[in-house]
């Protein structure tokens, strides 16, 4: 009898890392796209102001596609399995931003009010910056479960981003609202990074506490009721909320934060009562400060009777703003397809209308149309950060996506929605689109932290060590 000795072949890899491609050769051709679409609007809108092709075009072309290809590398290099759309979604909604601004540049009109002439090349330098700050996130936090460590230390540091607009000296007040700080000669909108310091706390919180918020004393029409000991957290921040609405009178980044809140406690916890205490605490709170606070009395009106408050700005009243009337005639101007680009009359909102406004450029030259198609590449966004969300395999990692996810939500909602009149106007910008450095080097490192936990979450699991044991196995067989 003989034996034959077999060694059998052992394999390593597991299942989940068979087939997981990076998808950065996808990236890239997105990334071309984003680029390429901005540098035909920008060349457009030359050839119908000026009926030529802008002298800047070809440098505009080159540092918009140097600054994505840059994050792309970035990347590729330390975030390789990350989601492949969100780079190229903000690149393109920040390349179009940068062609409305230079559109808005050449208005006579916006110029002899210093609010136009330059700002393009100033948003470029931002978006360098933001690009740098998104470069840095992706280089040095290797990965998103350290930020855990710092959860209280996040909360002090968002208290102080939030209550440095209120320092004598520091703070500016500007059209009534305070949420600016003067350092030197630039100005800071803190509470546009406060939004991503207060994500890094709550996710830490609510992941402690989630199990005791979930608790329900008592069901009424259909809701599980929170016990009475457990409102303390949502009635800290909601306080915090509405001191913000009174002291700072900024609307937006109350409902910003409250809101942001409430959609983490509510995923933490799946509970709709913290949905329904939340709306009915937020009007509450919304309704009791507009009854005494002049100002957002004032957001009010304009939005109840924008008709109104334009014939009392014509008519030179004092405290009364035309924007929003000339705002709903920019998009009905627009109808479907809109006037083109350069072919409209936006500059006439005035001082607003390459920031708070700069919606209503794009509802009147590309129409209702492109509106859509703006706000289907911000929902693209929220939607592959909650995927996010759902792919992550810790509960800080979801809570924290899911958290930041919601607040670009609520402040794409809130600027829409206050320039097309479904709310009042609240003073914030529309992330990546707008004129201003806070709002898209913060958003840029929002988009940071996205792409690393999605990075996590779409990695490959590790291959099993090797067993030596099995190695030195031999199995004999009788021939």
């Known amino acids: 009898m003989s034996s034959s000795t077999n060694t059998p072949t052992h394999h390593t890899s597991t299942i989940g890392a068979i087939g997981a491609p990076s998808r950065r050769n996808t990236e890239l051709a997105l990334l071309v796209f984003a680029v390429v679409i901005p540098v035909f609007a920008y060349a457009n809108v030359g050839l119908a102001m000026n009926d030529e092709v802008p002298a800047g075009l070809l440098g505009y072309g080159i540092g918009l596609g140097l600054l994505a290809g840059i994050g792309h590398l970035v990347v590729r290099k330390f975030a390789p399995y990350a989601d492949p759309l969100l780079l190229p979604l903000a690149t393109l909604l920040n390349g179009l931003g940068l062609v409305a601004i230079w559109r808005l540049d050449q208005s006579k009109l916006l110029q002899s009010i210093n609010v136009a002439g330059g700002k393009a090349t100033n948003q470029l330098i ?205 998009f009905g101007s627009g109808g479907t397809l809109g006037t083109g680009w350069g072919q409209g009359h936006s500059e006439l909102i005035r001082f607003a209308a390459n920031s708070d406004f700069i919606l209503a450029t794009f509802g009147e030259e590309l129409g209702l149309a492109g509106v859509m198609g703006i706000l289907l590449i911000y929902a693209l966004i929220v939607e592959r950060g909650v995927r996010t969300a759902l792919a992550a395999r810790d509960p800080f990692g979801k809570l924290l996506a899911i958290g930041l996810s919601g607040a670009f939500a609520l402040q794409v909602f809130v600027v829409a929605g206050g320039v097309m009149g479904l709310i009042p106007l609240t003073g914030m910008t529309m992330p990546f689109l707008a004129y201003g450095g806070s709002s898209v080097i913060a958003n840029w490192a929002l988009i940071g932290v996205l792409i690393r936990i999605s990075d996590t979450a779409r990695r490959p699991a590790p291959a099993p060590a090797p067993n030596p044991d099995a190695e030195m196995t031999q199995v004999v067989r009788p021939s």
């Open 126 to 330: 931002y978006t360098a910056m933001g690009i740098a700050l998104f470069v840095a996130v992706l280089i040095f936090l290797k990965d998103h479960r350290v930020l855990q460590r710092y959860t209280y230390i996040s909360m002090v540091g968002a208290l102080i981003l939030l209550l440095l607009p209120l320092v004598p000296g520091l703070g500016l007040n500007v059209f009534g609202a305070r949420i600016w700080i003067q350092v030197g000669s630039f100005t800071i909108q803190p509470g546009e990074f406060a939004k991503i310091v207060l994500a890094v706390f709550f996710a830490g919180y609510l992941m402690v506490k989630r199990d005791a918020l979930a608790l329900a004393s008592r069901r009424f029409m259909g809701l599980y009721l929170p016990r009475g000991r457990d409102l303390g957290p949502i009635l800290v921040v909601w306080f915090i909320s509405i001191l913000i609405l009174v002291f700072e009178t900024d609307l937006g980044t109350s409902l910003l934060f409250f809101g942001m809140f409430v959609i983490m406690l509510y995923v933490a916890t799946e509970r709709t009562s913290w949905i329904v205490f939340g709306l009915l605490m937020s009007g509450a709170g919304a309704v009791g400060v507009a009854s005494f606070e002049p100002h957002v009395q004032q957001r009010v009106q304009a939005w109840l009777d924008p008709m109104k408050e334009y014939m009392l700005s014509r008519q030179g009243v004092a405290g009364h703003s035309e924007q929003a009337m000339q705002a709903l005639w920019a």
